[in-house]
């Protein structure tokens, strides 16, 4: 990856002020969680070209070759009277990843999978894992936002369990493009958003977030930590959490857990 052009083309105040780069990698996120603890600054990210221990959710590996993809992770220090808000910064961040893919591939619209999936067409093109270290003494918790995006994938480099369930921006627009060029737009805009959520929470998101929402209708399967429950998608509470239709009429309002469609079971 070509740092020079990143930060020559980076117009952001904070995000992305320091950088650091690795062509190899264990992951991101666990780099960041170090640097974070010896005091980097927020907006601090790092990325790599390759993730020999890339973390997904749920103990999960997360694919990541050499040189195709975006593997980066950004460091935030939110202060937020309410805790509960931190909950939403997948949603905010899938929501800027989905806003700025769409401009990557003009054919399709980019939908955002509750919690934290971007998906094109049924297929998952970027997933987030967020993960807190929470502050000493009244300071504010340090938040790795850990973004994977496919970017220059195709099926012959994807591994069998995820050959039918994921995409990229190349597999959807038929040409490579440039890591560099997607990764710098990604970080402007996540810093434009992160501003705005710090100010006014997910609430003005929220339009946004409804319109992309790609559960809404559909009927989900929730794993929690105990048995799955089943119900429809009922779109994102004003907090940020998933609305669920259950089977007896009743609706509730799950903040954890990932949610898999029924139709894909
Ligand atoms: C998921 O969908 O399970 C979340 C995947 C998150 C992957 C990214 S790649 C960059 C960062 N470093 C990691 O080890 N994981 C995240």
Request: hydrophobic letters at 40%; a neutral charge; one cysteine or more.
């Amino acid at each position: 990856m070509d740092i020079d052009s990143i930060q020559n083309s980076l117009t952001t105040k904070w995000v992305g002020r320091r950088l650091f780069h690795f062509s190899s990698i264990g992951s991101t996120n666990q780099e960041l969680l170090h640097l974070a603890a010896s005091g980097v600054a927020e907006g601090t990210v790092v990325t790599a070209d390759e993730q020999t221990a890339g973390r997904g959710r749920l103990s999960r590996v997360w694919h990541s070759p050499s040189e195709k993809n975006l593997y980066f992770s950004l460091l935030l220090r939110p202060c937020v009277h309410d805790p509960m808000q931190l909950a939403t910064i997948p949603l905010l961040i899938g929501l800027a990843v989905a806003q700025e893919l769409d401009g990557w591939i003009p054919a399709t619209r980019t939908a955002v999978k509750w919690p934290n999936d971007v998906w094109v067409q049924g297929r998952k093109i970027c997933g987030i894992l967020c993960e807190m270290v929470p502050g000493k003494e009244g300071q504010p918790p340090a938040v790795i936002v850990g973004v994977g995006v496919n970017v220059n994938s195709d099926e012959t480099i994807m591994p069998e369990p995820i050959r039918q369930t994921a995409t990229s921006i190349f597999l959807e627009r038929g040409r490579l493009v440039s890591r560099e060029k997607v990764l710098v737009q990604l970080l402007q805009s996540m810093e434009t958003m992160v501003e705005q959520w710090l100010r006014d929470g997910i609430l003005p998101f929220l339009p946004a977030l409804r319109e992309r929402d790609c559960l809404y209708g559909e009927k989900i399967q929730m794993l929690l930590t105990g048995t799955p429950i089943q119900g429809t998608g009922a779109g994102i509470a004003s907090d940020g959490g998933l609305l669920l239709r259950l089977p007896n009429g009743q609706q509730t309002t799950v903040y954890s857990g990932e949610a898999s469609l029924i139709r894909h079971l």
